[in-house]
């Protein structure tokens, strides 16, 4: 992935979009905000990549916020860092749907990073993602059309073609992503 920083183009040009992100980066917070998600951010701002991360102050709430939908509209990339936890979240689930629909309609480009999972086990919802579905599915016993289009955003996401870590170092693999 490279770019030279995030583009803009002339108001009256409608048929080019306005980037204010670079990337943005989706990930579950408590899995990897202050190792692997904080050693890529630092490694894509230090190439010049303009790079969105949710900060922890953002306000949480039972939806995803509008300042993080306003984001991943703006961006041209979104890395999805899949972890053991990142299906738990509805927040991540959400935001993820919300990648896939401007990948539809505003042409973002996304790619999954494997973060110490199986990508068939996302692919696939097994294992610790089979679980996360599980409890899903009895919290939200009247919208079982939400957890369906979660488990089928997710699988989506995990057809693309990304980054698996496997048995590497974690600092290899960040250059490799940039």
Same mark, same amino acid.
């Given at each position: 992935?490279?770019?030279?920083?995030?583009?803009?183009?002339?108001?009256?040009?409608?048929?080019?979009?306005?980037?204010?992100? /670079? #990337?943005?980066?989706?990930? +579950?917070?408590? /899995?990897?905000?202050?190792? $692997?998600? /904080? %050693?890529?951010?630092? *490694? =894509?701002?230090?190439?010049?990549? $303009?790079?969105?991360?949710? /900060?922890?102050?953002?306000?949480?709430? &039972?939806?995803?916020?509008?300042?993080? #939908?306003?984001? !991943?509209?703006?961006?041209?990339? *979104?890395?999805?860092?899949?972890?053991?936890?990142?299906?738990?979240?509805?927040?991540?689930?959400?935001?993820? @749907? %919300?990648? @896939?629909?401007? &990948?539809?309609?505003?042409?973002?480009?996304?790619?999954?990073?494997?973060?110490? #999972?199986?990508?068939?086990? @996302? +692919?696939?919802?097994?294992?610790? $993602?089979?679980?996360?579905?599980?409890?899903? &599915?009895?919290?939200?016993?009247?919208?079982?059309?939400? #957890?369906?289009?979660?488990?089928?955003? =997710?699988?989506?996401?995990?057809? =693309?073609?990304?980054?698996?870590?496997?048995?590497?170092?974690?600092?290899?693999?960040?250059?490799? !992503?940039?």
């Amino acid at each position: 992935m490279s770019t030279q920083g995030a583009s803009t183009s002339s108001p009256s040009s409608s048929s080019t979009t306005r980037w204010t992100y /670079d #990337v943005f980066l989706s990930f +579950r917070g408590e /899995d990897t905000r202050k190792g $692997f998600t /904080d %050693h890529l951010y630092n *490694a =894509l701002k230090n190439k010049g990549i $303009f790079t969105f991360r949710d /900060d922890e102050e953002l306000e949480r709430g &039972k939806f995803i916020s509008q300042e993080l #939908v306003k984001a !991943i509209e703006e961006s041209r990339f *979104a890395i999805v860092i899949f972890s053991i936890n990142y299906a738990f979240s509805t927040w991540c689930l959400d935001e993820l @749907v %919300h990648i @896939v629909r401007c &990948k539809k309609e505003k042409r973002l480009e996304v790619f999954p990073i494997f973060y110490h #999972v199986e990508p068939s086990d @996302v +692919r696939k919802q097994k294992g610790i $993602f089979a679980e996360a579905f599980d409890k899903h &599915k009895e919290c939200f016993k009247e919208s079982i059309e939400m #957890v369906e289009t979660w488990r089928c955003t =997710l699988t989506e996401v995990a057809n =693309l073609s990304g980054w698996d870590l496997q048995n590497r170092y974690e600092s290899e693999f960040i250059q490799e !992503i940039n």
